[in-house]
């Protein structure tokens, strides 16, 4: 059974054709999709030996070496162009995942990315508009007292340079509980943020307490706080 962060994933994807895990680590989220027939064949991919010795174990125990295949590569660099229906990286910060992303122009053949960030997600949101990617939708959830959100793009060629708002939420809904407990609990860590910083007298300091302030007005908006 998968973690729920990782379950949040499988939601985002629509499956039908090869994918790519990035990051894979212990190669689960691809070993669980092939086993359910979500997708016919995966690559599970990792820059570091000893995480995909691991997903080779785990592929073999599992017996699907036959439609999973265990790729050593600094992100899709390894990945042939075209070989894939979808793409998910996890587990990264936002600015790596844009890099990742941003190497692999084959990735704007059609290709879904389902995305989960573990910081930066504001700098990925706004990286996909700026670069013509949109994101399709964003969803949250808790696993071991933790909120992650992830979120699918696709390239439609549309650049443009999204408002605060918009590179905040992304694609979250208000209707989405576990998507309002997370904006309400990164409103929580961003006001803590902000008085920590409010006994800096440096104008940089000074500077990112009003940002953070702008971006808490964001989030209480979402959540109907006043």
């Known amino acids: 059974m998968l973690k729920k962060r990782l379950a949040l994933l499988c939601e985002l994807i629509e499956g039908g054709g090869p994918l790519c895990d990035v990051g894979t680590d212990h190669g689960l989220l691809p070993i669980f999709l092939v086993k ?14 000893g995480p995909l010795s691991c997903a080779k174990r785990n592929i073999l125990a599992q017996n699907v070496e036959d439609r999973v295949i265990p790729v050593l590569s600094d992100g899709l660099d390894k990945i042939p162009p075209g070989s894939v229906k979808e793409v998910v990286i996890a587990g990264m910060g936002g ?14 053949d059609g290709v879904g990315l389902i995305l989960q960030p573990n910081s930066r997600a504001g700098f990925l949101v706004g990286w996909l508009c ?3 990617y949109r994101v399709v939708r964003q969803l949250a ?11 699918r793009a696709e390239y439609d060629g549309n650049m443009w340079s ?3 708002e918009e590179t905040i939420l992304g694609g979250l809904e208000k209707t989405d509980p576990a998507a309002r407990e997370y904006v309400k609990r990164e409103a929580e860590r961003l006001r803590s943020a902000a008085k ?11 500077q ?3 940002d953070i302030i702008k971006a808490v007005t964001v989030l209480e908006q979402f959540i109907g706080e006043d």
């Open 162 to 164: 999204p408002t605060l």
């Open 130 to 132: 700026m670069s013509g």
């Open 95 to 108: 600015e790596m995942i844009a890099g990742i992303v941003n190497r692999a122009e084959w990735l704007k």
């Open 141 to 151: 959830v808790l696993d071991g007292g933790i909120y992650y959100t992830a979120l």
């Open 36 to 49: 359910e027939g979500r997708v016919p064949l995966a690559y599970a991919c990792d820059i570091a030996e």
């Open 196 to 206: 920590g910083m409010s006994r800096s007298r440096d104008q940089i300091s000074k």
């Open 208 to 210: 990112k307490v009003k």
